[in-house]
C-alpha cells in the first residue's frame, strides 16, 4: 500500500532574522566565555594542588595527561568562543543593516 503523506495546511514553518541569530550567537558566546573563565580556575587549582604534591615527593609526571586534557578542553573553549563572537558579529552588522 502506497501512502501519499500531504503537509497539513495548519503547519507554519518559523521564519528567524538577523536579530534572533544575533541574540543565539551572543549567548553562545557569552556562554562559552564563562566556561573559559572556568576552565581557567580549574588549572589555577590544579597547579596549587600540583606543587603541594611535588612538595610531598608525587612527580610532576602525574599531571601531564590531566595538562594536556586541560589544554584541549582550553582550546576548545576558546575557538568556539572566537568562532560565536563571529558569527555575532556578521548577524549584528545584517540586523543593523535592516533598521
Not at 17 to 36: K, N, Q, R
Not at 79 to 88: L, S, W
Amino acid at each position: 500500500m502506497n501512502a501519499i503523506v500531504q503537509p497539513s495546511a495548519e503547519k507554519q514553518v518559523k521564519t528567524y532574522d538577523a536579530g534572533d541569530l544575533l541574540d543565539v550567537y551572543a549567548v553562545a558566546h557569552e556562554s562559552t566565555e564563562w566556561l573559559s573563565t572556568l576552565i581557567t580556575q580549574i588549572k589555577k587549582e590544579m597547579k596549587k594542588t600540583q606543587t603541594d604534591l611535588e612538595e610531598r615527593g608525587i612527580h610532576p609526571a602525574t599531571f601531564y595527561t590531566l595538562e594536556s586534557l586541560l589544554g584541549l578542553t582550553e582550546y576548545f573553549a576558546e575557538d568556539r568562543a572566537n568562532f560565536f563572537d563571529v558569527q555575532r558579529e556578521e548577524y549584528e552588522k545584517e540586523w543593523e543593516a535592516t533598521k
